[in-house]
């Protein structure tokens, strides 16, 4: 990568959880804002010693500016002495890929306070662990930024009078846990699959990490559950689609116009197998429903061919299971290709697009595209300009300009 600047982002979402995880793990939750304006310090220093070129060993050089930047920081609040210096060389000098990866899933398990709810649990972890800034998270939630703010600064607050970390090894504790920890990684997983991202609204490599992590924690006797087979399946069977998501102009492209021969066959075959082994407990989640409709679309070998009437049946489950604005929109986009165009308006039109759908792309480019399947070309037009007004990439944006273009808009 020759770019200073495409490299310090690349840096940042890969180094970011593993220098504020060793740094909390280090300093405790009290220090949780030094960590971050450590890090952030130690990536604006990159940026402006990197003009000219990148250095032969960027991780290297991030890794001990960050340390510099955490003993100055120190130094100025008269916490830092040769001890500190020692134990931050020892803590640097262990970040190899396998311990940055389980120092991050402890954190994942030690941030999910069992005081603090699901959602500011999932909130942390994104903003700590993931990098992702108030604003990527609350596109994740489908939610405004102030409402990000609030759980923040009360996650913070809970952790700076617990002073310390928890180590979690108890199972109970775990069980109660992993539900935060695997909905942050679903949701880091989506927002490398289509994230909101101005640059570039895909990021395999944090498609990757997600997929990562969840089959760490396989690794892992303690920890290992079939749901966690069910998210790893999800990851692998949408990842498997990752190179067809754009065409060469960087358009995003829906699923009916991709190349399904160009879908990465042995991330199926991944995919499926932890599909398998999903089905080892007595308990169907939400990731295990999720998964199994991923399957169905990765092993049909054609839009038309596709097992709709399984597919809707899954949906009717997760509707029950995990009702969400996002499960209905798929549902109802399911059942307009197993029931027709007028079955699918009518769920759609069930949904109030008055609070999180207003603000939601999706929801308006898929009534728009069921306009157009009716032969309604001026209600289409009015519904995808209303979805570009809300794209958060030229990817996005360019799609639905193509589909307007289409309508003759």
């Given at each position: 990568m020759?770019?200073p600047s495409?490299a310090?982002?690349?840096l940042?979402?890969r ?17 949780l ?15 402006s010693a990197w003009?000219?070129g990148?250095?032969?060993?960027p991780k ?6 960050a ?8 130094r ?12 931050l060389?020892v ?6 890929p396998e311990?940055?990866a389980?120092?991050?899933l402890?954190?994942m ?6 005081d ?7 909130t ?5 662990l ?7 998270i609350?596109?994740a ?12 600064h009360?996650?913070?607050e809970?952790?700076?009078?617990l002073?310390t ?9 775990i069980?109660?846990r ?9 949701l880091m ?6 994230g909101s991202d101005h640059?570039?609204?895909i990021?395999p490599a944090?498609?990757r990490?997600?997929?990562?992590l969840?089959?760490?924690?396989l690794?892992?006797?303690a ?6 087979h069910?998210?790893?399946a999800l990851?692998c ?8 998501r ?7 492209l829906?699923?009916?116009e ?13 995919g ?5 082994q999903s089905?080892a407990g007595?308990q169907?989640t939400?990731?295990?429903l999720?998964a ?5 679309h990765?092993?049909a ?5 596709t ?7 899954l949906?009717e489950?997760?509707?029950?299971e ?10 109802a986009?399911?059942v ?6 007028a079955?699918g308006?009518a ?5 109030d ?12 480019a ?7 399947r ?9 519904l ?5 007004a809300l794209a958060r990439?030229s ?15």
């Open positions: 020759t770019d495409a310090i982002e690349d940042f979402r180094e970011w959880a593993s220098l504020i995880a060793m740094l909390a793990r280090r300093f405790g939750p009290s220090h804002d030094l960590a971050e304006d450590v890090v952030q310090e130690a990536l604006e220093r990159a940026m003009r000219l990148l250095p032969t060993h290297a050089w991030i890794v001990q500016t340390k510099r930047c955490a003993i100055d920081r120190l100025h609040l008269q916490r830092a002495d040769r001890l500190t210096e020692a134990a060389d803590a640097l000098a262990n970040l190899s311990e940055d389980s120092n991050q402890a954190m398990f030690s941030l999910c306070d069992e603090l709810g699901g959602e500011t649990h999932v942390l972890i994104l903003r700590f993931c990098g992702f800034g108030p604003r990527e609350a596109h939630f489908i939610v405004d930024t102030a409402t990000i703010d609030r759980r923040l009360r996650g913070k809970r952790l700076r009078a002073g970390l928890a180590d979690v090894s108890d199972s109970a504790v069980a109660r992993l539900p935060s920890v695997l909905c942050a990684l679903y997983f989506n927002e490398g699959y289509q640059e570039q609204p990021h944090l498609c990490y997600a997929l990562h969840a089959e760490l924690l690794d892992d006797a920890i290992s559950r079939p749901e966690i069910a998210l790893a990851f069977l949408h990842a498997a689609r990752l190179s067809t754009l065409d060469d102009h960087g358009v995003f829906r699923l009916a991709q190349d399904r021969t160009r879908w990465d066959q042995q991330l199926i075959s991944r499926v197998l932890h599909l398998s089905a007595d169907m939400r990731w295990h999720e199994a409709i991923a399957a169905e990765a092993l070998p054609s839009l038309a061919e097992n709709w009437s399984r597919i809707v049946a949906y489950e997760l509707r029950r995990s009702p969400s604005p996002v499960v209905e929109i798929g549902y986009m399911a307009a290709e197993l029931r027709g165009v079955a308006r769920a759609l039109d069930q949904l697009p008055s609070r999180q759908l207003a603000r939601y792309p999706f929801f308006w898929a009534r728009a595209e069921l306009e157009v009716a032969g309604n070309p001026a209600a289409a037009r009015e995808y300009t209303q979805a570009r990439n990817a996005e944006r360019d799609a639905y300009d193509r589909q307007l273009e289409l309508l003759g808009a």
